[in-house]
């Protein structure tokens, strides 16, 4: 998958800005809002906030991460991860959703910004490419994750993909 220059740079600039240099980073991606509601059909079913917490508890240990790199649309995790890890977490700017109570697919929603859809795949575009250049990764399946697996080109130091079976 290639990607104009601009977006590239953008990119690349953000993972410059967050990653301390020298220390070793885990990429982990939550999946949650219209994933959790709608269970969609043949889709990987995805763990609860609380279950990521403590396999990252336990990675962290395992392979002496210094930081966790956390993709996800949700603001409550962020914050539940910020309170568990104080001062370890690093997250893009960006807009994410509150409580998620929308009956439809988080696509769907926009946010009142100028230029909101390709803001959202832009903030979309640089979680996924982020995540690919992390040292470590811990996620469920999903499209960006599989998509960071294959950028990351098998760079990854090692991974854990949680597999909780698929929605029915």
Same mark, same amino acid.
């Given at each position: 998958?290639?990607?104009?220059? #601009?977006?590239?740079?953008? %990119?690349?600039?953000?993972?410059?800005? &967050?990653?301390?240099?020298?220390?070793?980073?885990?990429? %982990?991606?939550?999946?949650?809002?219209?994933?959790?509601? &709608?269970?969609?059909?043949?889709?990987?079913?995805?763990?609860?906030?609380?279950?990521?917490?403590?396999? %990252?508890?336990?990675?962290?240990?395992?392979?002496?991460?210094?930081?966790?790199?956390?993709?996800?649309?949700? #603001?409550?995790?962020?914050?539940?991860?910020?309170? %568990?890890?104080?001062?370890?977490?690093?997250?893009?700017?960006?807009?994410?959703?509150?409580?998620?109570?929308?009956?439809?697919?988080?696509?769907?929603?926009?946010?009142?910004?100028?230029?909101?859809?390709?803001?959202?795949?832009?903030?979309?575009?640089?979680?996924?490419?982020?995540?690919?250049?992390?040292?470590? &990764?811990?996620?469920?399946?999903?499209?960006?994750?599989?998509?960071?697996?294959? &950028?990351?080109?098998?760079?990854?130091?090692?991974?854990? #993909?949680?597999?909780?079976?698929?929605?029915?």
């Amino acid at each position: 998958m290639k990607i104009n220059k #601009i977006t590239t740079d953008y %990119v690349h600039a953000r993972a410059r800005e &967050l990653f301390p240099e020298g220390k070793l980073i885990l990429g %982990v991606s939550s999946r949650g809002t219209d994933y959790i509601r &709608l269970r969609p059909y043949g889709h990987p079913v995805q763990p609860t906030t609380e279950e990521l917490i403590e396999l %990252v508890i336990e990675k962290i240990a395992e392979w002496n991460i210094d930081y966790v790199y956390l993709a996800t649309e949700e #603001i409550e995790v962020v914050e539940e991860f910020k309170n %568990v890890f104080p001062g370890r977490i690093l997250v893009t700017e960006g807009l994410r959703h509150g409580k998620y109570d929308y009956e439809g697919w988080v696509t769907e929603l926009r946010f009142n910004r100028d230029n909101d859809r390709y803001l959202q795949g832009l903030e979309y575009l640089t979680d996924m490419y982020i995540l690919a250049k992390c040292d470590y &990764l811990l996620s469920a399946r999903s499209g960006s994750v599989e998509a960071a697996i294959l &950028l990351n080109e098998g760079r990854y130091k090692d991974m854990h #993909i949680i597999d909780l079976g698929m929605y029915s």
